[in-house]
């Protein structure tokens, strides 16, 4: 089995490393099939099926799912059919809260791909309610964490945010609420390739990560593996005074055979 790791080393002070709305953005023009089109291409969090390559749900069951097999995913294609909301996707990571129970899938899909459909939808159901139905099992991360009892509802900044040196102490540092472990490069799982590589970010203060730049470099596609995932990852920001300031750190991916 090939499972990566994340570690947060503490050197030299590092600490080892959208809400874009509480359920996933459906503007009130849209129809079922334009939003379906605009979750094609976001990196989102599948509840319960991660394991499951063909999985069929009932709208009203939706509410009542009690898997615990959650990935990180990339939706691949999405539409709509007759009251029926199809979405294919691929797999890039496994979602983990700190101080949670960790999810058991019971399977593994080997291809890390799978499609999931939902069922039971009016013929003229809103934008807003398929979005809303859908957000029980593909959530952004801020979902995620609500859902996990957690609340998260700092809007994204650019990186051109100041991203200079930190303040003198006392002050907090990042406190991590969601990480992403990432999959395996398909050239490295076949070589049984494995290390660790290390990765400089900023936290910003919108406790997002910016500016990603590997530090140590593993190779054999891992570094883009770890790339990719960045972006689903939260912290609570830096704080002096109770002021959030972005602050630069450094997190350390290991990628593990066993």
């Not at 394991?51 to 990339?74: N, Q």
């Not at 991360?141 to 003198?168: H, K, R, S, V």
């Not at 109770?242 to 630069?248: I, T």
Request: charge should be positive; charged fraction near 20%; include cysteine.
């Amino acid at each position: 089995m090939k499972v990566p790791t994340v570690k947060f080393p503490f050197v030299n002070l590092l600490l080892a490393i959208g809400l874009f709305a509480m359920v996933s953005p459906a503007a009130k023009s849209q129809t079922p099939q334009d939003y379906l089109h605009s979750l094609i291409g976001q990196k989102l969090i599948l509840r319960h099926f991660g394991d499951v390559p063909e999985a069929k749900v009932k709208k009203d069951e939706l509410a009542g799912l009690r898997g615990t097999c959650d990935v990180a995913v990339v939706v691949k294609d999405a539409h709509w059919d007759k009251g029926q909301a199809r979405v294919q996707w691929e797999q890039i990571g496994s979602p983990y809260v700190p101080g949670q129970p960790r999810g058991v899938c019971k399977n593994t899909v080997i291809s890390h791909e799978g499609k999931i459909k939902v069922t039971g939808f009016e013929s003229g159901e809103s934008s807003d309610s398929l979005a809303a139905s859908l957000g029980l099992v593909l959530q952004t991360p801020e979902q995620y964490l609500a859902a996990a009892g957690i609340p998260f509802n700092l809007p994204p900044e650019p990186d051109a945010e100041n991203l200079g040196p930190p303040p003198a102490p006392p002050f907090s540092r990042p406190r991590l609420l969601l990480t992403v472990n990432p999959n395996f490069s398909e050239e490295a799982r076949t070589a049984k390739y494995q290390g660790s590589l290390t990765i400089s970010v900023y936290v910003g203060t919108d406790g997002r990560i910016h500016r990603p730049s590997i530090a140590r470099k593993l190779g054999l596609g891992l570094d883009e593996k770890a790339l990719n995932v960045l972006p689903l990852w939260r912290f609570e920001p830096a704080r002096k005074l109770d002021k959030p300031f972005a602050l630069q750190q450094s997190v350390e991916i290991g990628f593990h055979l066993y």
